[in-house]
């Protein structure tokens, strides 16, 4: 058996390959379309909202924080409670950004029906863009990975990796359109290490 260090070694570098895999393949023009859907959104009262299955479920509370946080205000939407009366937080026109590896994860296909069915608009993540997640896109956002890192290639790690940076990089043009200042951060984020480093100028 590898010894520990053999093992990080090769799943970091596993993880290295797939992340550059991912930067080569990004698409911007994808991008700037989710920005423009979101944007078109609020501008017409909407909002937006993040959800997913197991392991992207939670990535989907991160990068509703995140966005939250940078001039975006984003929910959670559980992504099984959503039909059992979880989706009236969803509105006519809001985004909602789904997450999922597969594409076709049949929990996640019911609250994307439900969510459709109510006029919402569809921002997917997934790893297949042959998926029945991408066909249900209003824009599609391809963050896959071939190898998770780990001999059975079946728990999620790379691939919630390329997710994260996907709406990273979402987040990150979302916040420059909003104009995010310092003074506007700290007062969402005034706790905390970061919020004492922004107030003493740091």
Known sequence: MATDKQQVDEYLGIVNEEVHAFEEGIDYDALSAAKKLILDAEASGGRVHVTGIGKPGHLAGYIASLLSSTGTPATELHGTEAVHGSSGQVRPGDVVIAIS??????????????????????????????????EQGDVVLIAGVKREGDSMNKPPRASIVVEMLELQCLSILLQNEFGLTPETYVRWHPGGSLGASIRAGK
């Open 101 to 134: 590896n597969s594409g076709n994860t049949s929990e996640l296909k019911a609250t994307v029906t439900a969510l459709k069915a109510n006029d919402a608009k569809i921002i997917s993540v997934t790893g297949n863009p042959e998926s029945w997640l991408a």
